[in-house]
């Protein structure tokens, strides 16, 4: 039982004393009514007391999670900006990619107008295995290749390029056993140069005998 409570509960004796004309009866009944007063007050204000330290607490957790928000906003919009940074430079590098691609299809689109009169380039995939497809092609699966290989880690994880590919399933976990795209592309074009080379060389020993055979002839 509370303080307060017993006081009320002995309140009831002050007054019968008092009205009965104890002597004495009505100064300690008196005296028993400031308590019971006082002890409302303190009750009142350890209440209240209970209830601000709930507010503050309330709002001590408010600001906390207000001030949590407002810094992982913050930190959000900081790696928005590193995000657009980064395309950027992917962006750039698309464009110089475009770049270079287009000389390379402008390259041998020329080059394919101009192999020697009676050769032909040659049917041959390139890479380990043929990985890379037709050697004088649109290198699609090189580029596929290429930018797996060269895909980077950041923060202890490897980012791939949507469109990057692995060219066969052995390499999906191993991309640096994938040859360099230009290693192996002029190793493709040294085997096409060999080949039309060996073509040329037929066809003149070709022409010189029959060149030869007709001053035979002709004598």
Excluded: C
Excluded at 14 to 39: C, M, S, W, Y
Excluded at 50 to 67: F, M, T, V, Y
Excluded at 152 to 159: I, L, Q
Aim: hydrophobic share 50%; net charge negative; charged share 25%.
């Amino acid at each position: 039982m509370s303080a307060l409570a017993e006081l009320e509960e002995e309140v009831a004796e002050f007054a019968l004393d008092a009205a009965e004309r104890k002597p004495g009866a009505a100064d300690k009944l008196a005296t028993h009514r400031a308590k019971i007063e006082g002890a409302k007050t303190a009750v009142g204000e350890l209440r209240a007391a209970l209830n601000l330290a709930a507010k503050l607490d309330r709002q001590a957790e408010a600001s906390a999670a207000i001030q949590m928000r407002d810094e992982q906003l913050q930190e959000f919009k900081l790696w928005l900006g590193q995000r657009e940074a980064g395309m950027k430079v992917a962006l750039e590098g698309a464009a110089m990619m475009a770049r270079g691609y287009a000389e390379f299809a402008n390259a041998s689109l020329l080059a394919a107008g101009i192999v020697p009169s009676g050769t032909r380039v040659p049917t041959m995939s390139f890479g380990r295995d043929g990985m890379f497809g037709a050697a004088f092609g649109t290198a699609e699966r090189l580029f596929q290749a290429e930018l797996f290989r060269t895909a980077p880690e950041v923060g202890g994880r490897r980012y791939v390029l949507p469109f990057a590919k692995a060219p066969t399933m052995d390499t999906v976990n191993d991309p640096r056993s994938i040859t360099p795209g230009l290693v192996a592309l002029r190793e493709a074009d040294a085997a096409i140069v060999m080949e039309i080379e060996a073509q040329v060389a037929r066809l003149s020993d070709e022409a010189f005998a029959a060149a030869s055979a007709n001053d035979v002839k002709a004598a």
